[in-house]
């Protein structure tokens, strides 16, 4: 939610998650903005993931754990299971889309929500999201959210880290551009 606000007080569109710049893609029938959308969504996750680390300094040599160091920038399943865990994160993914596009819909409300609410609600429905569906997965729903941090574990200088988990990489990615496909021809066919 506050990534959304800064986002639209800054000029921009509100786009933080390129599985969502893709499903918009798909409902209006333009990818021109996807190439730089993802860039400059993977740019700020990096740059997120820096300022993780460096508000964290003095932890990374005094914990232990390396994965608990990996997670403060990446999702991990509870259980390893590489289909099950890329169906958790379409779900995930699959409800964000659908749910935030309803939000906006015409039929919901003439006008939309009203102006400043409609990242309030998508802010909320994302922790609805992490509440009821989040504890298989991490749910990344968002590969720029998963990627980016990952690469920023894999080259920042953490004391005592262990691998980035690369064999895991993958499913928050897939899963999630997986699920907001499968949402984009719902509101698509629906006429959200």
């Not at 820096?50 to 005094?62: D, K």
């Not at 990242?119 to 569906?133: A, E, K, N, R, T």
């Not at 880290?161 to 907001?180: F, Q, R, T």
Request: charged share 10%; glycine share 14%.
């Amino acid at each position: 939610m506050a990534g959304v606000f800064t986002s639209l007080a800054c000029g921009g569109e509100g786009h933080l998650n390129p599985a969502v710049t893709v499903a918009a893609g798909v409902i209006g029938g333009d990818f021109s903005k996807l190439g730089w959308y993802t860039v400059a969504q993977m740019a700020g996750a990096i740059v997120g993931a820096c300022l993780v680390w460096l508000h964290y300094l003095p932890h990374w040599r005094e914990t232990p754990d390396a994965d608990l160091k990996r997670a403060c920038f990446c999702t991990a399943p509870a259980i390893r299971a590489p289909f099950a865990n890329l169906i958790s994160e379409a779900v995930g993914t699959f409800v964000l889309v659908l749910v935030a596009n309803a939000i906006s819909s015409k039929a919901v409300s003439a006008t939309g929500p009203a102006a400043g609410m409609g990242p309030y609600l998508v802010g909320s429905l994302i922790w609805g999201i992490g509440l009821s569906l989040g504890g298989t997965t991490g749910y990344a729903i968002n590969p720029a959210r998963d990627l980016g941090p990952r690469i920023a574990h894999a080259f920042l200088p953490i004391a005592k880290k262990e691998g980035s988990d690369w064999g895991y990489a993958p499913i928050p990615i897939v899963g999630p551009i997986v699920g907001a496909i499968l949402a984009a021809v719902v509101v698509k066919a629906a006429g959200f």
